[in-house]
């Protein structure tokens, strides 16, 4: 049977990117999330599970597990946690050439995550303030070494959060980002999952930092209509900014999320702008669809909402970022990409969250069999 769509993923990106340096280069916070072991609340857990999260690293280990070369770029301390997410990273094939090392008493920022289940939702608590990547400055990384065959550089708006959270005087990783851009090679695209955290800052310094960046600098945006409703007043077609805000919104039509996507590009100047939209139904079951369009009006929306029977959704978001990019630079920033980058994030972020912890551990060929699968009725055993 023909693959899904005419792709055949398990052949195209591993010999297109042969012997590269790192295409893809993204920097960002990792963490160390605590999850209880046993079953118990944090606060009674004895046993706790150590696990690495973090949206860019989730991202870059997820391109470079799908064969795109891709590097890592944070301040991590020289100490047993900073080691474990410099190996972890390397483990699964992501470049750590140019991750920053601070003193060994730095703090690393942390997750204290406790797993719900219907009707408890699942909560998490951040540790965040002055951990050591909060405070990875201009100075600091050789951009032109580490973006010398960069296709696409990308971060989120988490990082320029970290700041306000912070109470810092100075926003160190905006000044990295800055002096990062200076150094991006022609034809070099920027990428930005918006990514907002009401626990980080308030929405009116979020727009007072994020809106010059986005303007000036974002080619390929990531967001939700959410983020953007409650930030920036935007609709969605036949629904109001307060609908959405309130979560008071019915079907969501082509021609609805196509007028989102187009202000967007127009609002921002950006050239793709991608739209990830997750229906929690209950805790455990949750249904996912995403769509992108280009600011020249092509617009590609997935074929079917589809269901999910969930372990654990985080790092959800970040892995279908990593199959969105991965069409996008295994096809080209085209029509064919954005399309490819849609149906690949979906069938990747599907698998992830019937995962545990937030990494994407999955691979080509289970995103194949899951994209034919969706293309033939699936239901069928197949072998790995």
Known sequence: MPHAHGYDIAKDASSQFDDREPVFVTFGEPMVRDTPADNERPERTRHVHLSIAGSEYTLAMGLARLGIPSSYVTRVPANP??????NIARENGVNTDH?????????VGRFIYEIGRTPRKNTGIYQRM????????????????????????????INFGLASHSGYQRNHLLAAFQEALGNIPEGCLVGLDFNYRGTLWSPEESRATMTPILTDHVDVLITSIEDMAKLYGMGCGQYSAEQIDKGD?????DDDIRAFAAEACARFNAKIVAITIRYPDTF?????ESAAASS????????????????DRLGGGDTWNAGFYYGLLSEGFSNDG????????????????????????????E????????VSGGGKRTSR
């Open 99 to 107: 991750v920053v090392w601070a003193p060994k008493y730095e703090p």
């Open 249 to 253: 919104i019915g079907r969501l039509e």
């Open 81 to 86: 946690y900073g080691h474990m997410i410099r």
């Open 130 to 157: 002055y951990s050591a990547a909060s405070k990875l400055d201009a100075g600091m990384v050789d951009w032109a070494t580490a973006l010398e065959n960069c296709m696409l550089f990308h971060t989120s708006g």
């Open 296 to 311: 020249d009006g092509f617009f590609f929306r997935s074929p079917a909402v589809k269901p999910i029977t969930l372990w």
């Open 338 to 365: 954005i399309e490819k980058g849609v149906l690949v994030g979906d069938a990747a972020t599907r698998i992830k969250q019937t995962l545990m912890f937030d990494l994407p551990i999955i691979d080509k060929a």
């Open 284 to 288: 455990e079951s949750h249904r996912w």
């Open 367 to 374: 995103i194949q069999a899951l994209l034919d699968a969706d």
